[in-house]
């Protein structure tokens, strides 16, 4: 059956100094494989565009190993098992996992526990890349676990238009927290506000004081919890903003990822001794284990209207050099998906 198709991937030429373009790409074709004894061959549908793969293009030391040159290039995504030799999985099952950007992925039997069996009746496939994916598990498990909110705090959120900041938004909401968004652009924060029910919403394009500005604005008591997607200016603002015994939660750097000089460390640190606050980072995979009961609450918030979600789909695997690009422009609005294939 298989042994007719072709595979379409993209893999890692060569590692990007700065932001990544068409040149750090190869595009290869080769035939699929037969899944061996215990092994399902999975056809993508839709690839998740994470900031984080920008970190995993490096050389060096990090959470994860780095992609390797000529790998192709990890990427989590939804895909649908279309031959199975293992009794877990039928063809047919929609399937979770990390997919890498290419048209069909053969796991052989010892990966198969990678996979996750997804319920379409929970969410669509571009939610379950989004809310129900690593950016809402991320989202949730960095609030309630590391942010620990309180009902009636002050929570802020930089890169609240994308994937994770919209879930930690609404979700400090349905926790009873005033949440305040930072986005780029009128038209992000608009949404935030009016669509996401955020309290406020600062637009960092507006000017070189409007973080600072918004922020006194809006957070006349200080700031209870600063969930951190960007780094740079915009953490330093936040940090001298701090109420006593504040808490941020370190989950990416966006605005650092494409540096060619050393990284921007936070200027206002001693605000944490001031405010005797600490500041914690957080990696998604340490909570995999915990990931269902995440999934079960977040899903009931899709289904009540309590939560919405909203992605950026971009079609083609050959699309893949500049839709990624796009995370770190600030073109994308909404969680960015690759759709590979039509469902």
Known sequence: MSSNLSNHQVRLAK?????????????????VGEPAEGGVLVKTLSLSLDPAMRGWMNEGKSYIAPVEIGA???????????????????????VYGTLGVQEYLLVAQEQVKGLAKIDLRAGSITQWLNVLGMPGMTGYFGLMDVGQPKAGETVVVSGAAGAVGQTVGQLAKIKGCRAIGIAGGQAKCDWVVKELGFDACIDYKAGPSAVRDGLKTH???????YFDNVGG???????????????????????????????????????LLVHRA???????????????????????????GR???????????DTFPEALTRLFTGENFGKLVLQVAKD
Not at 235 to 249: E, M, N, P, S, T
Not at 307 to 317: A, N, Q, T
């Open 219 to 225: 957070c006349p008591k200080g700031i209870d919890i």
């Open 72 to 94: 192709v290039m990890r990427a989590g995504g939804v895909g649908r098992v279309v031959a199975s030799r293992n009794p877990g999985f039928a063809v047919g099952d929609t």
């Open 15 to 31: 590692r990007p100094e700065g932001l990544a373009t068409r040149d750090n790409w190869q595009f290869t074709t080769e035939p």
């Open 233 to 271: 200016e915009i953490l330093d603002a936040a940090l001298a903003r701090l109420a006593r015994g504040a808490r941020i939660v370190i989950c990416g750097a966006i605005s650092q990822y494409n540096n060619t000089t050393p990284v921007q460390g936070p200027k206002n640190y001693l605000s």
């Open 307 to 317: 939560m919405k979600s909203r992605e950026d789909v971009v079609e083609g695997i």
């Open 278 to 304: 600490r500041m914690q980072g957080m990696v998604v995979f340490d909570y995999a284990d915990r990931y269902p009961v995440a999934i079960a609450e977040l899903s009931g918030y899709l289904k009540d």
